[in-house]
């Protein structure tokens, strides 16, 4: 009993000093309660299964596309260059040779190499990052990052949101995003400070042309401090949209989810001990949001901090849950998939692991 009481005194004085060297929040932010440890509970009536798919060669890259998408879609790219597809074969589940390569996005002049163009269908018809600069030294998402933001409106006339000499966009995918349905979209993009790390801004394109910063979360708070999104989705059941964001995802990583509104952004959760990002490589998508315990509700899949686990959390009615984690035969490598479940099923998730097999969970 007294070796559990000093662990638990031990915890509580980590977890304290953790949140004490948090940077203070800006005025205009508002932050909710700590969030509790996840229940971690058992994986309902049927257990995670981990599939290991046979491969020519070792796994370089999955392509996701950013949904859930049908299992033979997704594009897997090997070690040497060759495209392959996943196919029922004689002995289940293989990787076949695909001729048909990933289709590449054909960016605007002066974006940012690797990145990719929002599409919206309100006032702002496009986004993308511009202006390839190397101001922030070495980045999460490769040599190169943004110093600015062009948004475009339904008339095809672009507005610029251009950085200091001490900042830049350290993204690769602006996100489009109407929280009130009110046909008055913001864009969310993650701007990085030489000095005090990255943060979330909201920004918005308001009477003849004028791009704002509406709102931003906290900064990480030190120099190469980074936060990595996973994506939008009403996760609580309450019928709002959310942000969820990995903070620091290659140091101590810690999932956090935000709700926009009234031009300010509110911290609802916060889960530690998550990645999705492995150092080194300009991959962003490794997590998926869907419902994976078949109660209508989005949940997030994400690795653990040692991405040797995927950890499947939940939110619903405002409570952190953990209905299953998912052990790993290999470190999680690559950008994990989301695929489509079978009737009856949940989604699976496809990904490439550090020792090179492609596995589908199940």
């Not at 394109?205 to 990480?220: D, S």
């Amino acid at each position: 009993m007294r070796a559990r009481l000093a662990l638990a005194v031990v915890l509580t004085l980590l977890c304290a000093g953790a949140q004490a060297g948090e940077p203070a929040l800006p005025p205009h932010i508002l932050e909710g309660p700590d969030t509790p440890e996840p229940d971690n509970g058992k994986a309902g009536p049927h257990a995670w299964t981990v599939q290991p798919i046979p491969m020519p060669e070792p796994v370089a890259r999955i392509y996701t596309g950013g949904s859930l998408a049908n299992l033979g879609a997704v594009r897997v790219e090997g070690a040497s260059g060759a495209w392959y597809s996943v196919a029922d074969c004689a002995s289940g589940l293989c990787a076949i040779l695909n001729e048909t390569p990933h289709a590449t996005e054909t960016l605007p002049t002066g974006a940012l190499p690797g990145s990719h163009v929002a599409i919206g269908d309100g006032r702002i018809a496009r986004a993308w990052f511009a202006d390839p600069v190397q101001r922030l030294g070495a980045s999460a998402i490769g040599p190169w990052v943004a110093g600015a933001l062009v948004i475009e409106d339904q008339t095809t006339r672009a507005f610029r949101l251009e950085l200091g000499l001490d900042q830049a966009f350290e993204d690769l995918r602006p996100r489009i995003v109407d929280f009130d349905a009110d046909g008055q979209p913001v864009v969310l993009a993650v701007r990085s400070d030489a000095v005090r790390g990255a943060a979330l801004i909201a920004v918005s394109l308001e009477g003849e042309g004028l791009v704002r910063i509406l709102a931003e979360t906290p900064l990480v708070g030190h120099p190469g401090g980074w936060i990595n999104p996973i994506g939008i989705a009403d996760v609580t059941g309450s019928g709002r949209r959310s942000i969820a964001v990995v903070s620091s995802p290659d140091s101590q990583g810690q999932l956090q989810v935000y709700d926009y509104a009234d031009r300010g952004f509110t911290r609802l959760f916060r889960v530690p001990g998550v990645c999705n990002h492995r150092p080194g490589q300009p991959e962003q998508d490794m997590a998926v949001i869907a419902d994976f315990d078949g109660d209508q509700i989005a949940d997030v899949a994400v690795p653990d901090s040692a991405r040797t686990a995927i950890r499947i959390l939940t939110f619903a009615g405002g409570k952190v849950g953990e209905p299953a984690g998912i052990p790993l035969p290999s470190p999680a490598a690559t950008a994990i998939a989301g695929i489509k479940p079978e009737p009856g099923q949940r989604p699976m998730l496809l990904l490439g692991l550090e020792d090179g097999q492609l596995v589908l969970l199940r």
